[in-house]
């Protein structure tokens, strides 16, 4: 195992999942993790991350100098490296200007550290503060423009240093330069696979939970899935877990989830048909953040009165996953529309702590450790898909045969989509209903119906995205199956916005 050690910076959960790509185990421990946890853990490798201080600053994290003298390579990584040179008696300088983004960086090829790296490749930097003088003993192996030692190391010790970042996608020859850390100066074996962090979770939630009662609030999506099948797997039928059907769940889904958990995963499965009781609250609601909020407390009330039936319980499970500890972490960006998630909801319920055992996980790797655990592809895969599910793609109020409509559109423009193969290579796609109504003519007949929107995007982190170029030939068929086979729509509309301006979800 690797040890990542947290000094703030944002891109540290990223160290470690390069690591994990590796086939390295790896955990983010703090900053000032004591020396005798580390000599416990005897880590085959320490990496220090970057972070916003300057190494001088009064409150700057620092860790023990005694680290360097346990003869386990470490890598230290923009602050990471400053902190590394200013404990060993070298130089840090604050630069009159920031170095930031793209840079050149040319590097020494007889480092272990950039074996087979390209001599001169682009890097990524994001530093004000340098090295200006290296501790003793240490040589230089990297430089750009304008960081004279952007690499350095002193190898009889193991310690290396690199003033920009390998994680970042940006820094072309990254991957290889954490490769041969862990390899050639690491030595590690490279045998860690995803099915190893759901054994290892799953040894680690039994030890934990030993005899307790879990709760789970299952979504049915990828994240709680896979959180809930995790600790099912731990602790079998001390977990319940409660499946709250709003009646605004895609085609078929709820008997999909339904059939998944009763029979293929020892759990308590309670699930709630509470479709009436949401459509009756929602009669006439037409402004989105207003719907979102009924159903959001809607939610919370039928849960409330289910957990209530199971008495205390002492953990409830949520399948945050690391993007969504980004986002709550930075809390600043102004409220956009109101989220809605299972997640929200603990003040309600009474437990004694929450679990999260993805919260270390990219999304990607959420499904892959879905796969180890033996949830079916159907669901690992399935798309992203909101809290307040359909409401969120009708424009205006909501009623049953609205929701009825949009369930049946939406189900065929997903078959057209995975039958012309294109379904993993698209962010987010869903039909949606507009409330518009208009005229059309079908047989002889003149239609007054209702327009659905198709809308189709890519994005890497949903934060930005663009709408997707989908061939015309799908766009053709979708819509005259939809017009056919779908009541009460007569007309089909591709929405070609990005976002922003517009948002992914129609509301
Ligand atoms: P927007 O529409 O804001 O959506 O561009 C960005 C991503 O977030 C999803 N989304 C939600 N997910 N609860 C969720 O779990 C919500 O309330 C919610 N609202 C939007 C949306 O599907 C898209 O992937």
């Known amino acids: 195992m690797v040890i990542v050690l947290d000094f703030g910076g944002q891109y540290n959960q990223l160290i470690a999942r390069r690591v994990r ?28 991350t970057g972070g916003p201080a300057s190494v001088y600053a009064e409150e700057a994290p620092h860790c023990e100098k005694e680290i360097f003298e346990l003869g386990i390579p470490v890598l230290g990584i923009c602050y990471g490296c400053q902190l590394m040179t200013h404990l060993l008696g070298g130089k840090v300088t604050s630069a009159t200007v920031r170095e930031y983004g793209k840079t050149e960086v040319t590097v020494n090829a007889k480092s272990l550290l950039f074996k087979d790296v390209a001599e001169t490749s682009v890097c990524w930097m994001s530093h004000t503060d340098y090295v200006e003088k290296l501790p003793e003993g240490f040589e230089i192996t990297a430089t750009s423009a304008s960081c004279p030692a952007a690499g350095l190391e002193m190898p009889a010790k193991k310690l290396y240093g690199v003033q920009f970042h390998p994680e970042v996608v940006h ?5 290889k330069m954490l490769h041969n850390f862990l390899y050639e100066v690491c030595g590690c074996s490279g045998d860690w696979k995803m099915d190893s962090f759901a054994e290892q979770s799953i040894k680690k939630l039994k030890e934990k939970i030993g005899d307790k009662k879990v709760l789970c609030a299952l979504s049915g999506g990828v994240d709680s899935s896979v959180a809930a099948v995790m600790i099912s797997k731990a602790v079998g039928r001390q977990l319940t877990c409660i499946f709250v059907d709003h009646g605004l769940l895609r085609k078929n889904e709820g008997d999909e989830v339904e059939k998944i958990f009763t029979e293929q995963f020892d759990v308590n499965f309670v699930r709630v048909n509470a479709q009436q009781r949401f459509y009756d609250k929602l009669a006439g609601v037409a402004e989105p953040e207003a719907k979102r909020k009924i159903i959001g407390e809607e939610f919370i009330r039928v849960f409330e009165e289910e957990a209530k039936k199971i008495g205390t319980v002492d953990y409830l499970v949520q399948g945050t996953i690391y993007p969504d500890v980004i986002e709550s972490g930075l809390g600043k960006s102004a409220v956009i529309k109101s989220h809605h998630n299972v997640g929200g909801l603990p003040d309600y319920v009474d437990f004694k702590e929450i679990i999260e055992p993805l919260r270390d996980l990219f999304k990607d790797e959420v499904r892959k450790a879905g796969l180890e655990l033996g949830i079916p592809e159907k669901l690992v895969f399935r798309q992203p898909f909101p809290g307040p599910g359909l409401a969120i793609r009708i424009i205006g109020d909501i009623t049953e045969e609205k929701v009825k409509i949009i369930q049946e559109a939406d189900a065929i423009y997903r078959e057209e989509i995975a039958n012309a193969g294109i379904d993993r290579s698209i962010g987010q796609y869903f039909a949606a209903l507009t409330n518009m109504r208009s005229v059309g003519v079908m047989g002889d007949e003149r239609t007054y119906d209702y327009a659905v929107a198709l809308r189709a995007v890519t994005t890497t982190d949903f934060m930005t995205a663009e709408a997707a170029e989908l061939p015309w030939e799908v766009l053709g068929k979708v819509s005259s199956r939809i ?3 779908v009541k009460h729509v007569n007309r089909v509309l591709y929405d070609c916005t ?3 301006p517009a948002t992914i979800e129609f509301e």
């Open 21 to 48: 790509e590796c086939n390295v185990y790896c955990e983010v421990l703090p900053y000032n993790t004591s020396i005798e946890k580390i000599k416990e853990i005897a880590p085959k490798g320490i990496i220090f």
């Open 171 to 175: 820094t072309q020859e990254g991957t």
């Open 498 to 500: 990005g976002k922003p």
């Open 483 to 485: 017009v056919n086979e």
